[in-house]
T-cell receptor, first 110, second 115 residues
Framework: AQKITQTQPGMFVQEKEAVTLDCTYDTSDPSYGLFWYKQPSSGEMIFLIYQGSYDQQNATEGRYSLNFQKARKSANLVISASQLGDSAMYFC???????FGAGTRLTVKP | NAGVTQTPKFQVLKTGQSMTLQCAQD?????MSWYRQDPGMGLRLIHY???????DQGEVPNGYNVSRSTTEDFPLRLLSAAPSQTSVYFC??????????????FGSGTQLSVL
């Protein structure tokens, strides 16, 4: 089975600063995709961004972008200009088997 | 649109009791799945289905049964609840399993406590 790893249980960032959340994966498939989801304290799961292995450019969605390094098998989420509302759990997931990492709890400090 | 509807939102069971968590989606999605979320472990896949009549096991299937008699519904059954099954359960669906950029749509979750 494919494996996906998030090594940062918790992260802190100052409001208005950028933060990078790490995600590494292990797959032998040449074609794959990765998702990032956000889970605020209310509990719902919110889709943030998607990166396909054959995409020519790193994915971006507003303040969210992916630092996708295929050779290193990493797909780190970058949140720019952090806001208090960004405080949440963040999960990355492999597309093929829909398995999730353990998550990173991000806290944005005012 | 209702999206993915899970019921109940909260449930308390005694050890050994059985119950069914309901999940329904109105988006005509072929793929449906159940996850459990435990602190520090992320979401772990319990069972999934790629269409009516087709189900398969995920990472942690023991103690759970599923069936998929219609495209819309994917209930999760706990046959004999155990304290280890205390968790938050999420149902999710997507249009095509394994297709590119088919994000999951999640239900609002069920918080289950087994005493």
């Amino acid at each position: 089975a494919q494996k996906i790893t998030q090594t940062q249980p918790g992260m802190f960032v100052q409001e208005k600063e950028a933060v990078t959340l790490d995600c590494t994966y292990d797959t032998s498939d040449p074609s794959y995709g990765l998702f990032w989801y956000k889970q605020p304290s209310s509990g719902e799961m919110i889709f943030l961004i998607y990166q396909g292995s054959y995409d020519q450019q790193n994915a971006t969605e507003g303040r969210y972008s992916l630092n996708f390094q295929k050779a290193r098998k990493s797909a780190n989420l970058v949140i720019s200009a952090s806001q208090l509302g960004d405080s949440a759990m963040y999960f990355c997931a492999m597309e093929d088997d829909m398995r999730f990492g353990a998550g990173t709890r991000l806290t944005v400090k005012p | 649109n209702a999206g993915v509807t899970q019921t109940p939102k909260f449930q308390v069971l005694k050890t050994g009791q059985s119950m069914t968590l309901q999940c329904a989606q109105d988006m005509n999605h072929e793929y449906m799945s159940w996850y459990r979320q435990d602190p520090g472990m992320g979401l772990r896949l319990i069972h999934y289905s790629v269409g009516a009549g087709i189900t398969d096991q995920g990472e942690v299937p023991n103690g759970y049964n599923v069936s998929r008699s219609t495209t819309e519904d994917f209930p999760l059954r706990l046959l004999s609840a155990a304290p280890s099954q205390t968790s938050v359960y999420f149902c999710a669906s997507s249009y095509l399993p394994g297709a590119t950029n088919e994000k999951l749509f999640f239900g609002s979750g069920t918080q289950l406590s087994v005493l």
